[in-house]
């Protein structure tokens, strides 16, 4: 299995607008139905207004590498563009 922790730090007060625009239905429930996902969260970050927290588990690496060439992730790539600063990650194989 394959974690993956994401810290978005986005521009000042846009937490809510990016929030909005990546848990929506439709987006969330075309990664939750990918081939691999076992867990797509996106979580503010208790009191720090802009940080956005991401948690994914994926089966493999090859489920979440096929995951960032899906049609849907342009919408979360223009949503990133718009709204992030920049971006930490942490990935484990566990």
Known sequence: MLKV???YHLKPGT???FLAGVTEK???DAVLNE???L???YIPAEGIPDLVLLEEEWTSLQAQQTHLKQ????RIAELKDQYMDHMDL???EV
Do not use: I, R, S
């Not at 049609?71 to 342009?74: Q, S």
């Open 35 to 37: 081939n691999g996902c």
């Open 5 to 7: 922790h994401v810290k």
């Open 15 to 17: 937490q809510a607008d």
């Open 26 to 28: 439709t987006l969330q």
């Open 90 to 92: 942490d990935m484990e």
């Open 39 to 41: 867990k797509y969260e």
């Open 71 to 74: 049609p849907h992730m342009a």
